[in-house]
């Protein structure tokens, strides 16, 4: 089974910029659509945005849009996350997830998670 490695957080001062990446295992990651999340510290997790399975259809909470941009290349088995005009309520660890059958903001319906990477925006 596909797994999900995250990598690229670190730290950044209050309108920088950050690009996050995850990477799938094996050739099935093209079968997925992929979604970002984040959770800050005694926060729920936190829907960022979406992509389809062919990297189409990207869909943006509006807490990012206009500053985030996800996108999906199969070839590398990637999954990016495009983070301009950070500040400090970004802070969080961003997780990568993948479903076959959804494309969905809730985290209840996929299935397979990285294990994060960590995001942090100083003031």
């Known amino acids: 089974q596909v797994q999900l490695v995250e990598f690229g957080g670190g730290l950044v001062q209050t309108g920088g910029s950050l690009k996050v990446s995850c990477v799938g295992s094996?050739?099935?990651?093209?079968?997925?659509?992929m979604a970002w999340f984040r959770q800050a510290p005694g926060e729920e997790r936190q829907f960022v945005g979406h992509i389809g399975k062919r990297g189409d259809s990207p869909f943006y909470a509006n807490s990012v849009k206009g500053r985030f941009t996800i996108s999906k290349d199969n070839a590398k088995r990637t999954l990016y996350l495009q983070m301009n005009g950070l500040t400090p309520e970004d802070t969080a660890v961003y997780y990568c997830a993948a479903s076959t059958s959804f494309r969905s903001p809730s985290p209840s319906l996929y299935p397979l998670w990285g294990q994060g990477t960590r995001v942090t925006v100083s003031s």
């Open positions: 094996d050739d099935g990651f093209s079968t997925y659509n």
